[in-house]
Antibody, heavy 122, light 105 residues
Framework: QVQLVQSGAEVKKPGSSVKVSCKTS????????ISWLRQAPGQGLEWLGG????????IVAQKFQGRLTIAADEGTNTAYMELSALRSDDTAVYYC???????????????WGQGTLVTVSS | SYEVTQPLSVSVALGQTARITCGGN??????VHWYQQKPGQAPVLVIY???NRPSGIPERFSGSNSGNTATLTISRAQVGDEADYYC?????????FGGGTKLTV
């Protein structure tokens, strides 16, 4: 079965960057889209962007353009997201999730990682 | 940008039917997906493409979508259905989520 395992919790200073990884197993990695989402404490879900590993280029939500990098390594079946210029309101649980259909980021998300808590604090 | 709106909370008596709405301009022309999230857990897909249930989701969960409103219906509500529910649509090359609805049984 498909599993997405994310890297561990991070504590960062304002202005720094954080990189979160998402290792997938149990399925074909390269053609299925991986989306990144986050959830601030007590808040709803927010989509950050996504990537189809075989295509390498990512879609980043307008709000995060210039600050978010999404990448994937087909050799290790791992997707990454790196958010820079961190602020206190970036404190959230960050999730990766796999889309159901190969080749399109606009497919519903059927497998999710366990989440990674990123805390931004001075 | 496209917006979808959900009620903040819905309450339902045990064994009765809960309906959670997701409103958006001509949302009936889009595919709507629904996720259930319990405290401290990752979201779980419960309905995809308006009215389809993934394997393992009880038949009590159903969906509809028409006009400006999509609806998640939970029949014979159980205590275990208490959770936050989010609707999701794709618009202008981005995923858009509703703000979430807390279901209390």
């Amino acid at each position: 079965q498909v599993q997405l395992v994310q890297s561990g919790a991070e504590v960062k200073k304002p202005g720094s960057s954080v990189k979160v990884s998402c290792k997938t197993s149990g399925g074909t990695f390269s053609k299925f889209p991986i989306s990144w989402l986050r959830q601030a404490p007590g808040q709803g879900l927010e989509w950050l962007g996504g990537i189809i590993p075989v295509f390498t280029s990512a879609i980043v939500a307008q709000k995060f353009q210039g600050r978010l990098t999404i990448a994937a390594d087909e050799g290790t079946n791992t997707a990454y997201m790196e958010l820079s210029a961190l602020r206190s309101d970036d404190t959230a649980v960050y999730y990766c999730a796999r889309g159901n259909e190969m080749g399109t980021i606009s497919s519903f998300l059927d497998y999710w990682g366990q989440g990674t808590l990123v805390t931004v604090s001075s | 940008s496209y917006e979808v709106t959900q009620p903040l909370s819905v309450s339902v008596a045990l064994g009765q039917t809960a309906r959670i709405t997701c409103g958006g301009n001509y949302i009936g022309s889009k595919s709507v997906h629904w996720y259930q999230q319990k405290p401290g857990q990752a979201p779980v897909l419960v309905i995809y493409r308006d009215n389809n249930r993934p394997s393992g989701i009880p038949e009590r969960f159903s969906g509809s979508n028409s006009g400006n409103t999509a609806t998640l219906t939970i029949s014979r509500a159980q205590v275990g259905d208490e959770a936050d529910y989010y609707c999701q649509v794709w618009d202008s090359s981005a995923w858009v989520f509703g703000g979430g609805t807390k279901l209390t049984v």
